[in-house]
Nanobody, 127 residues
């Protein structure tokens, strides 16, 4: 059974930092792209960042220069992290980890391109 479990969310002040982590299990994710999206109440899920299995990265314009995605595909360890710096109140959302076999970067912004999703972790940035 495939599982993606996020951790590291919480409450932080404007300008602060948080590091999210996602542990994937149930299959080998070495050939999968892994990424992060976020969602606020009443809005569609928004792509944040993703990394292909080869290490190529893509970021939403709203987080470029502030967020950094990384991953560890060591044997028996499938984790992806999102380092979030200079956080703003508008970054407040539930953050979801996701995985897809598709390496077509152009489609990553679409939630439908992602096959597996975690349950989400809340990030709240206070002003």
């Amino acid at each position: 059974q495939v599982q993606l479990v996020e951790s590291g969310g919480g409450l932080v002040q404007d300008g602060g930092s948080l590091r999210l982590s996602c542990a994937a299990s149930g299959r080998t994710f070495g050939s999968y792209a892994m990424g992060w999206s976020r969602q606020t109440p009443g809005k569609e899920r928004e792509f944040v960042a993703a990394m292909a299995w080869r290490g190529d990265t893509v970021y939403a314009d709203s987080v470029k220069g502030r967020f950094t995605i990384s991953r560890d595909n060591a044997k028996n360890t499938n984790t992806v992290q999102l380092q979030m710096n200079s956080l703003k109140p508008e970054d407040t959302a539930v953050y979801y980890c996701a995985a897809t076999y598709s390496q077509n970067y152009g489609f990553w912004s679409r939630s439908s391109s992602w096959t597996y999703w975690g349950q989400g972790t809340q990030v709240t940035v206070s002003s």
